[in-house]
């Protein structure tokens, strides 16, 4: 689905962002993509989109070459950046101005994910606040039902109902033959949805792994119930220390995404040789 080789990217002439980072990520899957401010994430996933020219290497999508934004690459595609505009017009004429662009649009399903959002249909979209705004793209590039759904910091400016209601919308569209990849600083309000996390810290991706796999290797408990098992990491929190262990066998749970992505970025060697 995804191929990243070698890609060497930056901005400037002197710092590179990336140099030889490599990546693969496959259909059916929703991938979580973490990291620090100025870690990269929003630049990864505009190589991915094609959006950027790597210095060196390439991305391929479905064995096209992001860079080059083929229409065969484009029209299986949908980018929902963190920033975004909408133009002074409804949502219908949203719609038609861009379902031609996609084989698979879906109107029925753009129509009902608003209802579910319960972003009116009249209306200029321009005149929306930002929250309403982000919750139109997201059901217009969800009715697109392109391959690949790249969304750049999707909750923000979602309230706490629509950030439910966007985990289940999500959940609900992925088939066998999509790609989802969700960047995201508020850790949070990707637990319960992905299926597959990637950090990336220090210019250079140190996780990628299915939850599955995470949990077979380490576990997340209080330390009050960590007893005698080998703790890599722990962190006190508003309802007590909460540590990383090495996985057990009798031990079943769910993965604490944000108390993982603190002992990576703080430097744990400890949790990363377990997961590798």
């Given amino acids: ?46 190589n991915i989109a094609g959006l950027v020219v790597p210095k060196a290497g390439f991305c391929k999508v479905n064995g096209h070459k992001s860079s080059r934004r083929v ?114 600083h508020q850790v949070r309000d990707l637990d319960s949805l992905i299926d597959t996390l990637i950090v990336l810290n220090n210019k250079e991706v140190v996780l990628n792994k299915s939850v599955d796999d995470i949990l077979s290797k380490i576990q997340f408990v209080p330390a009050s119930k960590a007893g005698s098992a080998d703790v890599l990491y722990q962190e006190s929190q508003s309802m007590g220390v909460n540590t990383i262990v090495a996985g057990r066998e009798d031990t079943f749970g769910k993965v604490e995404t944000e108390l993982l992505f603190n002992a990576i970025v703080d430097g744990n060697n400890s949790v990363l040789t377990v997961l590798r």
């Fill in 1 to 46: 689905m995804i191929e990243i080789s070698n890609l060497t990217f930056g901005y400037g002439l002197k710092s590179l962002l990336f140099n030889s980072l490599n990546l693969k990520l496959e259909r059916g899957h929703i991938y979580g993509l973490l990291g620090k401010n100025g870690a990269g994430k929003s630049t990864l996933l505009k």
């Fill in 71 to 184: 229409p065969s690459f484009l029209q299986e595609q949908f980018f929902i950046p963190e920033e975004l505009y909408l133009p002074a017009v409804n949502a219908a004429q949203f719609a038609k101005g861009t379902a031609h662009f996609y084989p698979k649009f879906d109107l029925d399903m753009f129509w009902k994910i608003l209802a579910d959002f319960d972003v009116p249909h009249e209306g200029m979209l321009n005149k929306l606040s930002f929250g309403q705004q982000k919750k139109v793209l997201i059901a217009l590039g969800l009715a697109t039902n392109t391959s690949l759904l790249i969304m750049d910091e999707p909750t923000n400016g979602l309230d706490i109902p629509s950030k439910i209601q966007f985990r289940k919308v999500i959940a609900s569209v992925l088939t066998d033959e999509r790609c989802i990849i969700i960047s995201t």
